[in-house]
């Protein structure tokens, strides 16, 4: 099963799923546009979320971080004058740490990313969507900045004027990335932000022509007409897209089949098969509902 994925929605299904899919059966393809090198460690929130939620270790009060880490480190670099961009834990500091040593030491991040998936102990695949940096760029009335700053820094108050991925153009998409989307006939797109967590995977040269060939089905973060999460409405207002499921649509169009949405949710797409279940993965319960229901829809997929 192959997952695309960023943020914190597809993790919390992730959450569920593992709990109902063999791990080794899984293969998640993770945005790096958010990545950002922090003290001299590069850190990547979106695969750590992933790592952290099939090693069980992911705070699942924020989905974000190691559950019941410490901050003694960033702390004391505060203390001594030091300004990190991000508040990060100490447990949470030393899975940057390796990466970046492994990096300094020749290794991809994609093999980068495989050797901490060997130390957690994790069967799934974790594939970066590319081994070339790419950031995803904010512009607002402040000027354009980092994203990280964006959500983190500014607390994703600024209006938001248009994104921007810089890198994109020369970056590529890994064998290993290419490989698991030729190898599956399904492709699932999990409830992440489409701008700034799914966009930059699908920017990756190659991607769309391979997912215009699959049978792809994609769960909506939106219902009505606010995300259930994050700044996505934001977003995708500033990129021209209506905040809705019929806008999340609109973002994968040239390549969507199925857009699983919430029960709430009384959306009508042309051309598009729609189909409603509970979304709100507030408990694992609810994740491993939305993950069978996700499952079901794999294994008997309407042609």
Same mark, same amino acid.
């Given at each position: ?21 063999? @791990? ?25 979320? =992933? ?30 004058? &030091? ?12 899975? &940057? ?40 760029? =904010? ?44 190898? @599956? ?72 089949? =199925? ?45």
């Amino acid at each position: 099963m192959i997952i695309l994925s960023g943020g914190t929605g597809t993790p919390k299904l992730l959450g569920g799923l593992k709990k109902i899919v063999p @791990e080794e059966n899984i293969a998640v393809i993770v945005n790096t546009a958010e990545d950002r090198w922090v003290s001299s460690n590069l850190v990547c929130p979106d695969i750590d979320t =992933v790592l952290y939620t099939f090693a069980d270790l992911i705070d699942e009060r924020k989905w974000w971080g190691v559950r019941d880490d410490t901050f003694y480190t960033h702390e004391i670099l505060k203390a001594l004058g &030091h300004h990190e961009p991000m508040m990060l834990g100490d447990q949470d500091r030393a899975t &940057h740490i390796l990466r970046s040593e492994l990096i300094r030491d020749g290794l991809t991040l994609t093999r980068s990313t495989d050797e901490l998936r060997s130390s957690f102990m994790i069967k799934a695949k974790i594939l970066p969507m590319t081994n070339d940096p790419v950031a995803t760029m =904010v512009d607002t009335p402040n000027g354009e900045m980092h994203f990280q700053d964006f959500w983190i820094a500014h607390k994703g108050e600024p209006k938001v004027l248009d994104v921007r991925f810089d890198g994109i153009d020369a970056a590529k998409p890994t064998p290993e990335v290419m490989n698991a989307l030729s190898s @599956e006939d399904t492709i699932v797109i999990g409830p992440s932000n489409p701008i700034t967590s799914i966009s930059p995977i699908l920017g990756l040269k190659g991607v769309i022509p391979i997912l215009q060939k699959k049978h792809v089905i994609a769960v909506s973060p939106i219902i009505g007409n606010k995300p259930i999460s994050g700044p996505a409405g934001k977003l995708m207002r500033a990129k021209g897209y209506e905040v809705s499921s019929a806008g999340v649509a609109q973002c994968y169009e040239d390549f969507l089949d =199925v857009l699983v949405v919430d029960r709430g949710d009384n959306c009508v797409i042309p051309n598009i098969e729609v189909v409603k279940t509970n979304t709100i993965m507030s408990s694992v319960e609810r994740s491993m509902e939305l993950a069978r229901f996700i499952v079901g829809l794999v294994q008997s997929p309407k042609r």
